[in-house]
């Protein structure tokens, strides 16, 4: 149908990303939330290059953290105008005031739609919000102002983001080695409970960044402490709960791939970017940069990282004792005015074979 349509169109041409076939097999250049909004085109028998011919982009606004929306401002070549929209669903919906129905639009029932939004998100799918609205054809340039109201709602899209296997077991491993993983990120509550809960983090308690706004940082401190999930986050509030969780003395590595993560790297004990879908910004910022996007490689890391610490402190502990027990004798030697027990070679021998050779084995110990 004609709405339907609408709702495809506005996913696909209010999009930064594209997909390719090659091979038979088919990837996303960009952010993989906008390459299955393309997908969701083709599947509905869109033609991606006759659509852009058809509705040029003339203008957009990208999508930021601060504002959770990207807009797009189109013109076709019957003298008509549209701005197209994506987003967080509180967001948009605060900009709508028609919603698209078959036949003629209608008033926006809020209602609805959230109820809608929090039953899509409770099955753990990443809930967007797709508007449109006519604008004059000789406007060509999109501002703010532009996207203060005036919006029709044509739908909700809810996208399968499901946690990967490997991603899971880590966050397992983290918990069985002491270590709290605590997971932030821009979704709404109840999509980012769900998917807390299939990873194994939190005991189901969630708090989102505007409940964050409004705690002073003794409070925030607490909160820190009992609560491991964090929905509709900024990068602001990245920054904020990494510093509250350092005030109550924890070692803290934060992840992070945009520009706005930046501070909150270089905040953290450890700064972890993106190394795929991450941008300069971020990696500059960071100690270490994730070559696969992979929070499983962390795991990984932070075992291999104790390995090799607990193999050193085996070898010093092993060759403390035998240069003590070398200096001993010669430093007791010449108290008493004997004679040297231990010749200069037979010091080099005990050093460099004897106990460098078994230390040598113990610093390729496996994993306590």
């Known amino acids: 149908h004609t709405c339907t349509q609408d709702l495809f169109r506005a996913g696909l041409l209010c999009n930064d990303a594209a997909l390719k076939e090659s091979d038979g097999h088919w990837h996303i250049a960009g952010d993989p939330t906008e390459g299955a909004l393309i997908t969701l085109a083709l599947k509905a ?20 953290s601060e504002h959770r929306f990207m807009a797009t401002l189109h013109h076709d070549h019957a003298g008509h105008a ?37 039953a899509t ?58 270590i709290c993983v605590k997971m932030i990120t821009g979704d709404h509550a109840e999509t980012a409970r769900a998917i807390a809960l299939q990873l194994g983090i939190g005991n189901g308690r969630t708090l989102t960044g505007s409940e964050l706004d409004e705690m002073d940082d003794e409070a925030l401190h607490r909160a820190v402490r009992e609560v491991d999930v964090f929905a509709r986050a900024s990068p602001e509030h990245k920054l904020r709960l990494v510093t509250a969780l350092q005030a109550n003395g924890e070692i803290v590595a934060m992840t992070g791939d945009g520009v706005n993560d930046a501070p909150a790297l270089k905040r953290a004990d450890i700064g972890v970017a993106m190394g795929r879908k991450g941008t300069e910004v971020a990696k500059e910022a960071a100690e270490m940069v994730l070559a696969d996007d992979n929070f499983a490689t962390i795991a990984h890391a932070v075992q291999e990282g104790r390995t090799i610490y607990d193999n050193i402190k085996k070898a010093i502990v092993f060759i403390m004792p035998t240069n003590g027990g070398e200096a001993g004798i010669v430093v007791i030697a010449i108290l008493f005015g004997m004679a040297l027990p231990l010749t200069p070679v037979q010091i080099l021998w005990v050093n460099m074979v004897t106990a460098v050779t078994l230390a040598l084995a113990l610093s390729f110990e496996k994993a306590e």
């Open 121 to 178: 998100g409770t099955l753990g799918q990443r809930v967007l919000a797709l508007a449109m609205k006519a604008v004059d054809h000789d406007q060509h340039e999109l501002k703010f102002a532009d996207m203060e109201s005036g919006f029709t709602l044509l739908g909700l899209v809810g996208i399968i983001d499901p946690p990967r296997e490997e991603a899971i077991a880590a966050v397992r491993d983290c918990r069985a080695a002491g």
């Open 82 to 118: 549209f701005i197209f929209m994506k987003g967080a669903v509180e967001q948009v919906l605060a900009m709508c005031h028609r919603q698209r129905v078959i036949g003629d639009d209608a008033a926006i029932d809020l209602p609805y739609w959230h109820a809608q939004m929090a």
């Open 45 to 64: 028998g869109m033609d991606p290059a006759l659509e852009h011919g058809e509705l040029p982009r003339t203008d957009h606004i990208p999508f930021e």
